[in-house]
């Protein structure tokens, strides 16, 4: 038996769940240890490979903090085969890690402009680690908004953080939910409509967008709406992976691969793909 | 291309020897033969297994072997194998993993990755090779697996004596003159006077198994020959791609109605993508033993035309036939370009002769350019 081949970017570093946390009825959060090494940086928007024992290997975000790499947090619903054996695993439990994979936020090139996030659903865990990075330089950042739609109440992922993140002056959150009972008291919609309730400047503006396709799609256009630049807005794709490395083909946008030219990519780079059906 | 000074000529005992030369050097001898009524590639181990005297008919669906009225090795165009079979095999396993308890411990394939000699390489196949090494070794990832085979292969490349009904190379700019990535090249003189092989070598190593084979200096009357010969196969292509921006006018066409005349055809079978020779693309199966303690994670060719290739959580992202053809083509002749910096399509045929409807990339490319030059007529 040969010793590993590090330079195979195909072969995963095995590695184990420190802790599993619920988050809302089908979706759980996982902190990984790095896996072969003491620490695993990423940035913001960036995603890992995760391999389930036997069962498969799937890209899950990298939902945590970018200044605590030496834990990868990752936000899972168990909505497939692979997806609900990882959202199975307990702490200790074994997993394969690849990664990071992919092009993340923009956050250092906002630097000096005000930042409008947009997430739908699950899209809020890619997002949240661009928020952690902009936070903790939050100077450096004009006005920061969160605008964040769920299905319901029951929905609402990191609840207990958007409501710390609720009551920061230095930050406007904005909650909407698709359908509620009658004990919801904020606002039912979608996530969209709460762009022009936002304050900034549409001018000097970068916007980051996650969720479903065409939930982004719309995203765009009440951004474009309210006057942003297209330049600035940003989206993260989400397409079939196989490897994440470009060769195996199934992530294909058009002429851009998801997993390494995105999954974040420019509005500008596939605003004529975004519009057509089955690209 | 080696200097023509360097040109020799060799006999069929020559060829037969080159097989014996590069198999005492360890190499896994891999040619043409005759397999299951096509010519195929497979290993060899004389001149015997060749397809002597046969010749390939190809057309829109169709592939026949034929009776030459020669001896000929290589007297047909190309069969339904391409060297990637060899190079980015249909099935490798990538690792494998065991578990004891709460421990996962993954096992690396060691096996020594084979050293292949290719002989009957044509100018559209190294142009492929060239390609696939763009997608496998040209990007911030290297495929190690890839990379071993690739680096280890001795190549002796063929120049095609005749074209096939669906070959193309000359239009792609990609044949049928073998130009480079060689390090022997063959070409076959069949009829006038004695069967003997033009064998210029272009890399120093392929000189020097030229050293050991029984060869006499080219007289300049066979080089003048050979080279009638590949001019002769370049103007017989049996299709043509039409000489116009490809990559741009199917970006201008991605709703052309086209797409649902060639979705009344297609079955989605994916021929055209596993007989290509730089189609590339690989699924992963990952699978575990009865006890339940070692998986094995296996890579597999795949194709665009399933419908799981573009499954996301909530169904497949092309799930009209439609949408999968236009993602096959539009890739193969447009994204690849922006992707790679070259056209994914050497111009083989392989797609046309080996598509049960007979489903013809070239006329699909007229259909979309003759159409825009009638609306600009009008």
Redesign the interface.
Known sequence: ?????P????????T?VLTRRREVADTWTLELEPGGTAERPFAPGQFNML?V?????IPISLSGDPASPHRQVHTV?A??PVSRALAALGP?????VRGPFGQGWPVEAAAGADVVLIAGGLGLAPLRPALYYILSRRARYGRVVLLYGARSPGDILFRRELERWRRRTDLEVRVTVDHAGSDWLGRVGVATNLVPLASFDPGDTVAFVCGPEVMMRFAVAALREAGVDTAAIYLSM???M??A??????C?F??T?VC?DGPVLSFERIRGLLS???? | MGKTSDAALITRVGVQRLIEVLTARGYQVIGPTVRNGAIGYDAIAGIGDFPVGWTDEQDGGHYRLRRRDDAAFFGYAVGPHSWKRYLHPPRLRLWRAQRSGDEMRIIDEDDEPPRYAFIGVRACELNAIAIQDKVFLGGPYVDPHYRSRREAIFTVAVNCAVAGGTCFCASMGTGPKVEAGFDLALTEIVHDGEHRFLVEPGTDFGAQVLAELPYRPAPPADIDTARAIVERTAQSMGREMPATDVPALLRRNLEHSRWDDVAERCLTCGNCTMVCPTCFCTSVEDETDLSGTMATRTRRWDSCFTMDFSYIHGGSVRSSTRARYRQWMTHKLSTWVEQFGTSGCVGCGRCISWCPVGIDITEEVRVLHEDECDGDDS
Do not use: T
């Open positions: 038996m040969r010793l590993s081949m330079s195979d970017p195909m072969r995963p570093a095995p184990r391999y024992f036997g069962v498969g290997e619903r909505v497939g200790d439990a074994a997993v394969g989400e397409r079939n196989k490897c490395i470009g060769h195996c083909g199934h294909q058009g002429p691969f390494k057509r059906k089955e690209i």
